[in-house]
């Protein structure tokens, strides 16, 4: 995968292959401009590989997938919507706004804490209940496979961990799969149950690491084995600071 | 956040009781400035501080819409004035927003139209009266085109910046979703821009009002405009002043009824 602009191309993916099953949490771990970003927007569907190809259930990726939530750094919500206007964006998208899925969304938004704010404008609400709102708008499509882009890089640091284990919970209730994009060691240990570890531009994978730890992330946090796993990772990310 | 307040605190009332006062103040200053403007202008005249016939008075502007009124000429002239601004406006606005749209549609089409653009936006309009004339007769449609013109640039600028400022991410999040280029434009762009419309609308009524202005100035034989150049022709500076002092309240009026959507728009957005 390369990138084009007037100074040249800029390699920015080669010799890459990973997979993830269902129902997994996996994590990518790496430095920053590393192609992360890149490879969940090959994944979403938003780019084409220059070469080889990017498979889901077995069919390859040409156009965003219906099985596939995105959730970006930012909550990019729609200020000029309600709360629940914009938990139903992708819906409305899809053209898939019926009972059924107004239904689910008013469930998720109960189970977010949000079901008092549904009538709310997004301004009105603090910077964790905004992602909430963003979450619950990736879930009302009933995705299998989330693409998680530095969801929680926006937030402050309780609100992070605190989200963290709503968004785990919400996302392993239903046997969902999910590649988190992160450079934050700690949140990929809590939260994946595999980390990828890439390498700089062109990004290639250094390692995969199995994390073998119970209960939530806020749990895990706790273990001893948390500190392992992430001094291990802490060297294998050779982190330079220049 | 909704918060319910039962007991309005002593501190609060008088901060609100402050709040209220000056804008009374503020009010009371805004007509006092007019009135005593005009009381002065007025005085100034009938003590021959100033030449009445030259620089006209409030009262004799009065009486000479009194007169037009009578003769029900005040009430043509008005009409066809606010016809054609309206007609311009509106072609003008809706032109610039079909414009904005095709632009951000295709980028290749805004590089070609650049240059073109640029040009026509620093070409002084008024140097097209002639050829308008010519092409479109001396009548409304002359002074409709002409107002449109003048308008349809500054719309169209407007409003494409604000098409050009919605984050690309909002854009990203609905392609994730699988979301069409129409899509895009329906679900976000066009909402997300409309602060930059009504902005848009508001430059475009004042551009309005200079283009008509022109328009008569140019061809007419009706309207404010025609009424201000035939009173400078015949040397009676009551009729310009008068229509002058028409074509303000006017103005203002539109304005404050401009004002009034611009908040029922904001309302319903909950900004």
């Known amino acids: 995968m390369y990138y084009h602009d007037l100074a040249g191309e800029t390699a920015v993916l080669q010799s890459f292959s990973m997979k993830v099953e269902r129902g997994e949490f996996v994590a990518l771990l790496g430095p920053s401009g590393c192609g992360k970003s890149t490879i969940l927007s090959l994944a979403a569907g938003l780019l084409r590989p220059d070469s080889g190809r990017v498979l889901l259930r077995g069919e390859e990726i040409i156009a965003p997938p219906f099985h596939m939530g995105y959730m970006l750094q930012r909550d990019q919500l729609f200020p000029w919507l309600s709360v629940r206007e914009n938990a139903r964006l992708g819906l409305r998208v899809r053209g898939m706004l019926g009972e059924e899925s107004q239904d689910r969304v008013e469930t998720l938004l109960k189970a977010c804490g949000l079901a008092d704010f549904a009538n709310a404008f997004p301004r009105q609400l603090s910077g ?16 299998e496979f989330l693409l998680l882009d530095e969801p929680f890089s926006a937030l402050d640091a309780q609100t992070r961990l605190k989200l963290a284990d709503e ?8 046997g969902r799969a999910a ?3 992160s450079h934050d060691i700690a949140e990929c240990v809590s939260m994946a149950g595999k980390v990828v570890v890439l390498s700089k531009r062109p990004a290639r994978i250094k390692r995969v690491v199995e994390i073998e730890l119970e209960g939530t992330p806020l749990e895990r946090r706790g273990l001893p084995r948390f500190r392992e796993y992430f001094d291990f990772l802490w060297k294998e990310l050779d982190v330079h600071v220049d | ?32 400035i007019l009135l005593l403007f005009l009381a002065l202008w007025e005085l100034g005249a009938q003590f021959k501080w100033i030449d009445a016939f030259l620089i006209s008075s409030p009262g004799r502007m009065l009486l000479t819409l009194k007169t037009l009124m009578e003769s029900g000429e005040l009430l043509r002239h008005v009409g066809v004035t606010l016809w054609e601004m309206i007609l311009g406006f509106f072609f003008g606005t809706a032109l610039g927003l079909l414009l904005a749209m095709a632009l951000w549609w295709s980028n290749t089409l805004a590089k070609i139209l650049d240059p073109y653009l640029v040009v026509l936006n620093a070409l002084p309009k008024i140097a097209l009266g002639p050829v308008l004339i010519v092409w479109m007769g001396s009548g409304t ?10 308008s349809v640039i500054v719309t169209l600028a407007t409003v494409l910046s604000g098409f050009l400022e919605i984050a690309p991410e909002k854009l990203t999040l609905l392609r994730a979703f699988g ?17 930059a419309i009504v902005s848009a609308i ?7 009002w200079v283009g008509v202005i022109v328009g008569e100035f140019l061809v007419s034989k009706a309207g404010l405009g025609y009424l201000i150049v035939y009173g400078g022709q015949v040397f009676k500076l009551d009729l310009v002043m008068a229509a002058t002092a028409i074509l303000c309240t006017l103005a203002a009026l539109m304005y404050a009824v401009t004002a009034l959507f611009e908040k029922r728009v904001r309302d319903t957005r909950g900004e």
Do not use: H, Y
Request: proline fraction near 3%.
């Open chain 1, 167 to 174: 968004v785990k919970l919400l996302i392993q209730a239903e």
């Open chain 1, 128 to 143: 964790g209940m905004r992602q909430r709102v963003a979450l619950v708008r990736t879930l009302a499509v009933d995705p």
């Open chain 2, 179 to 195: 979301a069409s280029k129409w899509d895009c434009l329906r679900m976000v762009v066009l909402p997300g821009s409309v602060p």
């Open chain 1, 179 to 181: 590649l988190l994009v």
């Open chain 2, 141 to 150: 449609r002359a002074i409709v085109v002409m107002t449109l013109l003048i």
């Open chain 2, 202 to 208: 508001k430059l475009g009524i004042g551009m309005s």
């Open chain 2, 1 to 32: 956040m909704c918060m319910s307040i039962n007991r309005v605190s002593d501190a609060q009332q008088v901060f609100l009781r402050r709040l209220k006062r000056q804008d009374l103040l503020v009010r009371a200053c805004r007509w006092g």
